[in-house]
């Protein structure tokens, strides 16, 4: 589900809700919120917002380092 989320995240920031129907999911799951989290953790993805995690118009962006991940991660 990471490299998913990394993937939709590539050439534009996006939602949470656009993330769910990005991965065709029906709602956000505690595992895809969880995910979600880890990636922030882990420097991969980014807000948008970064003082208001909280904020309705929040989106999440890919950082360099997460974009070094996906890169390395798809077959050439």
């Not at 534009?12 to 993330?19: D, F, I």
Request: no cysteine; glycine share 6%; net charge positive.
């Amino acid at each position: 589900q990471s490299q998913q989320i990394l993937a939709a995240v590539r050439d534009a920031p996006k939602s949470m809700n656009e993330l769910v129907d990005a991965l065709g999911l029906k709602a956000r799951t505690g595992s895809f919120r969880r995910t979600v989290s880890e990636l922030v953790s882990a420097g991969l993805i980014e807000y948008t917002l970064p003082d208001k995690p909280k904020s309705r118009l929040q989106k999440y962006r890919l950082t360099p380092q997460g974009r070094a991940v996906l890169d390395v991660g798809e077959p050439r």
